[in-house]
């Protein structure tokens, strides 16, 4: 199938949901956050439709950091990505694994090992999210008092990109010969030294474990703000974006299209998926009423508690008369610049207040929240697909299990009778089935270069 076939989908497994009254609701297991068969459940139903890949959202922090907010939220308990998928990589068989790690906290020979080990257990099926830390409680635990710069990020994770597909390429394909005859494990001639030497990180390498079966597992970025999509334009093969509306989202596609052609990228090496929020019922007022019941379980302490991370604590929420309008001109902070951009901008176009403003961020984080029947919901999706404002979506069900199994057994079906999602995977590894090319080896590349 090509671009114009078939749509991408992904789905972000966040424990209870999107919603964050989603814990609450009577068919959402309260402790299904660290229950390994809980999410080996979810990701059999994706899998069983289907579905590209399941995602992995992380922070290394807790979300919030007052007591009456923990004291409600469901976010400050999971399980840590890597550890969590490479669980599930030999209990799902076919679905990708996308697992999020921050390249301002961790170490590129870490992760990069990680990474090639998750590809190496699934066949074929890893997926890096390239995060670059933008939540407030993380820097103190990593022994600073805040983050660094915004640009200081990115900077840092581009040099720790360069490193990671460095260190994948440290051993060629068939370097490792496992000749028992004459002896010789791996073929040096097939072994390369990184020696990357940068403002952030230096790296010698080699890696100690043997390319993995991608090659690279597939890159992953998220960042929306003009140095994240610039970076993204540069490395990422799937780009995740919140894209509240449809006009937002053909913006926010041209965009990455058009950075990453300028560096010589095809379209179709550069897949962006929105974030859909699908609230689904038979009748419009039956997925009205679902969402309503989930609103009915929000306390005002987390409605605030979200909303402060998400905007990047622009202001100080809980003294605020939150009957009042939003202003127009609040300070950007140096936090996650681009969705507090994105929601105050929603804010100010559409005359929020404060209160209408959390209540929208509680129920959509920013992206496309859809609340209506399965037609209605596989229109907005057809549309946005074939309007190029998205090669595929991130379905981030507002209650799992039954949002997810609501978005299978009711708009998956829709999808396919429109025949824009298939029944099954074409390939066995995720590249394969994203459709995304098996990058060579660096060092192989340069040394065909300079062959006569
Ligand atoms: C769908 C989606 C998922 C994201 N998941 C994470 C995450 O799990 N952890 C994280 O730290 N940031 C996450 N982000 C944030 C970005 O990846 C990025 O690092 C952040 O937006 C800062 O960059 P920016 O200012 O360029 O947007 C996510 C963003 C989107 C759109």
């Not at 790296?203 to 998220?222: D, M, S, T």
């Not at 449809?246 to 010589?264: H, I, N």
């Not at 974030?275 to 019941?293: C, D, F, H, N």
Request: aromatic share 8%.
């Amino acid at each position: 199938m090509g671009r114009n076939d078939e749509m991408k989908l992904g789905v972000l497994l966040l424990p209870a949901g999107n919603h964050e009254g989603a814990w609450r609701d009577p068919g959402v297991p309260a402790n299904g956050s660290v229950d390994i068969d809980y999410y080996a459940s979810l990701a059999a139903l994706a899998e069983g439709a289907a579905f590209h890949f399941v995602f992995l959202a992380d922070t290394p922090s807790i979300f919030e950091r007052n007591d009456v907010t923990i004291a409600r939220s469901s976010r400050n308990d999971g399980l840590e990505p890597l550890t969590l998928l490479s669980a599930l990589s030999g209990v799902a068989q076919s679905i990708g694994l996308v697992a999020t790690a921050t390249t301002t906290y961790h170490q590129p020979y870490h992760l990069a090992r990680m990474f090639a080990s998750l590809d190496h257990l699934s066949r074929g099926r890893a997926a890096w999210n390239i995060v670059t830390s933008g939540f407030k409680f993380e820097a103190e635990n990593f022994g600073e008092s805040s983050l660094p710069d915004h640009d200081a990020r990115y900077a840092r994770a581009r040099e720790f990109v360069e490193i990671v597909t460095g260190l994948w390429d440290s051993w060629e394909d068939d370097a490792f010969v496992r000749d028992k005859r004459s002896g010789i494990f791996a073929d040096i001639a097939k072994l390369h030294l990184l020696k990357y030497r940068g403002d952030h990180l230096s790296v010698r390498g080699p890696l100690n474990v043997a390319r993995p079966p991608q090659g690279y597992p597939v890159l992953v970025q998220a960042g929306a703000s003009d140095t994240g999509t610039t970076f993204a334009a540069e490395f990422a093969e799937v780009v995740f974006t919140a894209a509240p509306s449809l006009e937002e989202g053909r913006r926010s596609y041209a965009t990455l299209k058009e950075k990453a052609r300028a560096l010589g990228r095809e379209d179709d090496e550069v897949l962006v998926m929105p974030g859909i929020v699908p609230v689904v019922g038979r009748t419009k007022q039956e997925a009205s009423e679902k969402l309503e019941r989930l609103q009915s379980y929000v306390h005002i302490d987390v409605l605030t508690g979200v909303a402060d991370r998400l905007l990047g604590f622009v202001t100080e929420l809980r003294s605020m008369n939150l009957d009042s309008l939003v202003p127009e001109s609040l300070p950007q902070t140096n936090l996650i610049q681009s969705r507090q951009k994105l929601l105050l901008d929603q804010a100010i176009r559409q005359k929020l207040t404060w209160r209408q403003l959390i209540r929208y961020i509680s129920d959509s984080k920013g992206h496309l929240l859809v609340v209506g029947t399965p037609d209605e919901v596989a229109d907005i999706m057809v549309d946005a697909f074939d309007q190029r404002a998205a090669d595929g979506f991130n379905v981030m069900p507002a209650a799992f299990p039954g949002g997810l199994g609501d978005f299978v057994d009711l708009v998956v079906p829709e999808l396919r009778r429109r025949g824009k999602f298939r029944s099954r995977y074409s390939g066995q590894t995720l590249r394969e089935n994203l459709g995304l090319k098996r990058p060579i080896n660096r060092f192989a590349r340069q040394a065909c270069a300079v062959a006569p």
